[in-house]
């Protein structure tokens, strides 16, 4: 291998699936196996809205649909709840299949939308007014909401409530045929006005909207809502099971009032289960929409977003998200889970899988005063201590080289075991360097370089006289060294709960004015030129990062940090494990 190679093709781990514990989703399915329900079959879906990217929340959905039907011999259907052609994009459409993809499931041939069924739909509120359950409203919008009551008072019956099944036929024909304006008419379903239940209120079903849908075109002018859409898609694809998040809880006896009004075939079972709340993030799709749209992040794919999109262009790998989708579990009721707990399974994967590589993010020039002025040496250095099949690497030193501006301290605190005047530290797989003389620059004082010597017989990083340091530096070689670009992160918001606000204001003023630093001038090894999008990369003793496939370029190369390392606490401990207290 030659000194500039950091090996970033070697094969991928093997992935395997987080071992899923059961949930009350999975007891009740266990149970509809026992009892022979769905003649045994388990079938579920996916069922995004394409009116937005996918997010770490709807990550949680498809390890639960995705999931279930793998533990359970079952299939899982990707099916694009499309109804709402104002707010839905093809655009959208494409990223949802690539993040689920990328997330690592397959829906196989079984890729659905919606809007294939509109026909179906159509025949099926046809059905519905012949059953004398649906009659055409001419009530407009407004007028509905006026009439439906509250919490404590019934709704009002529509004066339209009594059409004939005749009259309902030819005006539902009719709507369909765009004879009527925008918004004049409706299809309602005909339950109860006065239920304690406001969805059966005599929900509307289909309503006009002249708007071209990015699948359909100008085919329909009348589109089904998504209540009365959703049970019936499932029914036709079959779904056994039907899993969505609490807010449609009080919506179950409507799913369940089409099913067994139009006697479908299959009768799927809606179960409903908490969403996934983080803090420090909005899931909420409008506000990240506004994010996008006004420009307070640079895109859906910014890596500060918590959409897939986002997550994948920061590091985020799949196996971390499925591990922590995994442990947080399933629930009845909502709460918020903690970031550091998707850090932490991010962390773990990237600790298994990064390479280990340096660079140096404010360089500091060192020379070695005592070293030849033409001679470079290859030398050895591990790719992965957790993985020995990672391999090494070689790594080009010579007189001159980088180290971390923060590594060198002219007067350093009690307990800064770094480089001081005097001092000597490891420079990490090379050799130990001591600081002879700062030199400063005469009219700022500032700090140029630094004169050091190094001891050749300690090559690879320890002494023969046993000789101990307490610091162990990153560096770079510097005419070996690349140049980049390194974007830091910090949190999006400032408050746990960005919603947090006092009155007046919105979840916006707590972004964080700082939630990205961007470094220039960075010196990184000479293998790291070669860096692929999509390689995690460890940069020694700053954390992890990977190349950001957005902005660089092959003159330009931009690395993005996709998170720190752990806690000094968990190293220390680590360190005092292995009993290796010198490196810091
Ligand atoms: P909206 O319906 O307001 O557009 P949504 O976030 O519910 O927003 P959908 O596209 O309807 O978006 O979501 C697809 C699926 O993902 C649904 O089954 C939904 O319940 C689920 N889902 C959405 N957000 C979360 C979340 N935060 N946690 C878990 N599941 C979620
Ligand atoms: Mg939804």
Redesign the pocket.
């Known amino acids: 291998m030659n000194s500039s190679e950091v090996s970033p093709t070697r094969e991928k781990m093997p992935e395997s699936n987080p071992p899923q514990s059961s949930d009350f989703i999975r007891e009740i399915i266990k149970q509809d196996l026992i009892e022979g329900k769905n003649n045994g079959k388990v079938m579920t879906r996916?069922?995004?809205?394409?009116?937005?990217y996918?997010?770490?929340?709807?990550a949680?959905?498809?390890c639960?649909n995705f999931g279930i039907a793998r533990d359970y011999n079952g299939l899982c259907n990707l099916r694009f709840?499309d109804t709402n052609p104002e707010?839905e994009d093809v655009e959208y459409v494409d990223s949802i299949m690539e993040d689920v993809k990328w997330l690592g499931f397959d829906w196989e041939n079984r890729l659905y939308f919606a809007s294939d069924y509109f026909e179906q739909l159509y025949q099926y509120a046809v059905e519905l007014i012949k059953l004398g359950k649906a009659y055409v409203c001419d009530l407009t919008p407004d007028e509905i909401r006026d009439t439906r009551g509250t919490l404590t008072e019934p709704g009002k019956e529509s004066p339209y409530r009594s059409r004939t099944l005749e009259e309902n036929l030819n005006l539902f024909q009719r709507m369909r045929q765009g004879e009527f304006p925008d918004g004049s008419k409706s299809l309602r379903a005909k339950i109860n006005m006065s239920s304690p239940n406001l969805n059966m209120r005599d929900p509307v079903l289909y309503r006009i909207r002249r708007v071209e849908h990015h699948r359909t075109g100008n085919k329909w002018c009348i589109y089904p809502m998504?209540d009365y859409a959703h049970p019936l898609s499932d029914a036709i694809e079959g779904i056994t099971h039907s899993?969505?998040?609490l807010e449609?809880e009080n919506h179950r006896p409507l799913y369940d009032w089409f099913l067994n009004t139009l006697k479908t075939n299959s009768c799927p079972r809606q179960i409903e289960?908490?969403?996934?709340?983080l803090t420090y993030t909005v899931?909420?799709?409008?506000r990240l929409i506004e994010l996008v749209q006004s420009n307070f992040v640079d895109g859906w794919d910014d890596p500060r977003m918590p959409t897939l999109a986002g997550l994948r262009r920061r590091g985020y790998t799949p196996l971390a998200i499925r591990n922590f989708c995994a442990a947080i579990g399933v629930a009845k009721s909502d709460s918020i889970v903690e970031i550091e707990n998707l850090e932490h399974y991010l962390r773990e994967d990237l600790n298994n899988k990064a390479l280990r590589v340096m660079a140096v993010l404010k360089p500091l020039k060192v020379i070695l005063d005592n070293y030849p002025e033409d001679k470079t040496e290859e030398l050895d250095a591990e790719n992965n201590p957790e993985d020995f099949s990672a391999g090494t690497r070689k790594i080009p030193f010579s007189r001159v080289l980088y180290i971390e501006q923060e590594d060198f301290r002219e007067a350093p605190p009690k307990g800064f075991f770094r480089l001081s005047p005097g001092k000597e530290v490891r420079l990490k797989h090379a050799y130990y360097i001591k600081c002879e003389k700062v030199i400063k620059d005469e009219k700022t004082g500032e700090i140029r370089e630094l004169r050091c010597t190094y001891d050749p017989n300690s090559r690879g990083g320890w002494t023969q006289d046993g000789r101990k340091v307490m610091g162990t530096l990153h560096w770079v070689s510097v005419p070996h060294a690349g140049e980049a670009e390194v974007r830091l992160y910090d949190r999006l918001f400032l408050k746990p709960d960005p919603n947090d606000v006092t009155e007046g204001q919105d979840y916006k003023t707590n972004l964080n004015p700082n939630s990205v630093k961007i470094l220039t001038g960075c010196k990184i090894e000479p293998g790291l030129m070669d860096a692929k999008p999509g390689t995690p990369y460890q940069f020694l003793r700053q954390g992890y990062f990977c190349l950001d496939y957005r902005c660089s370029t092959p003159e330009k190369l931009v690395f993005n940090q996709t998170i720190n390392l752990k806690d000094t606490w968990g190293k220390i401990e680590k360190f005092q494990k292995n009993g290796r207290k010198d490196q810091k």
């Open positions: 996916f069922p995004p809205e394409p009116n937005g996918l997010h770490i929340g709807h949680k959905s498809i639960l709840d707010k998504y899993i969505c998040t449609f289960f908490a969403r996934l709340n899931l909420s799709k409008r």
